[in-house]
């Protein structure tokens, strides 16, 4: 079945930039997505990614998708204490009324 | 514009109580409306979800089940709780040509 794959745990230093990567199965996949998660609150859509691209950037966010490999990142440049989160890889496909989460990569941020 | 409303935010039950959790989405019609439980430090698990009035899935067999009365109000139900279902519950909906799903925010479940 789909499965999506991160890494758990990141930590950064203030100002760097943050390299958050994702592995996913469904080669259908049709859509690409980042959530972001603050502590005790829902999930908020960063951003989002069609499979027939390669790169989004918008803002300090930069999305790459490699599709031949499955595999997408989101790049955090200049990451600010406010970035600390949880940030959540997902994909789905155009039929699909279900979207397919990853278990969430912890971004810490340390002075 | 679209909202979705979760409550309460935070609940405190004991064990083999009843559970109902509520979530209604208001500005669009016939969403796909979903459960989720996210336990303490891991991912999302998808519990429920319904593309419409009466219509539910369940993708994990449990203790729970959920409801879609009306159409944009969804409701998650247990006779008896366990303390594994304690967790963090989140809402969310998402329709047709809106890229993406939206979340409500949350109610922290915990069984003592």
């Known amino acids: 079945g789909e499965d999506v794959e991160q890494s758990l745990f990141l930590s950064v230093r203030e100002g760097d930039s943050s390299v958050i990567n994702c592995t996913y199965t469904?080669?259908?996949?049709?859509?690409l997505y980042w959530y972001k998660q603050e502590p005790g609150a829902g999930l908020q859509l960063l951003t989002y990614?069609?499979?027939?691209?390669d790169m989004k950037q918008d803002q300090r966010l930069t999305v790459l998708l490699n599709k031949k490999d499955k595999h997408l990142s989101l790049r955090i440049a200049d990451t600010q204490t406010g970035d600390s989160a949880i940030y959540f890889c997902?994909?789905?496909?155009?039929?699909?009324?279900?979207?397919?989460f990853g278990s969430g990569t912890r971004l810490s941020i340390r002075p | 514009s679209q909202t979705i409303h979760q409550w309460p935010a935070t609940l405190v039950q004991p064990v083999g109580s009843p559970l109902s959790l509520e979530c209604t989405v208001e500005g669009t019609s016939n969403p796909n409306l979903y459960w989720y439980r996210q336990a303490a430090g891991r991912g999302l698990q998808l519990l429920f979800y319904?593309?419409?009035?009466?219509?539910i899935s369940s993708e994990v067999p449990q203790n729970l089940s959920a409801s879609r009365p009306q159409d944009r109000q969804f409701i998650l139900s247990s006779k008896k709780l366990l303390l594994s279902d304690s967790g963090f519950y989140l809402c969310?909906?998402?329709?047709?040509?809106?890229?993406?799903?939206?979340f409500g925010s949350g109610t922290r479940l915990t069984v003592v």
């Open positions: 969310a909906w998402h329709f047709q040509g809106v890229t993406g799903y939206t």
């Open positions: 469904d080669s259908s996949s049709t859509y």
């Open positions: 990614i069609f499979s027939n691209m």
């Open positions: 319904s593309v419409g009035i009466g219509q």
């Open positions: 997902a994909e789905s496909t155009s039929s699909a009324s279900k979207i397919i």
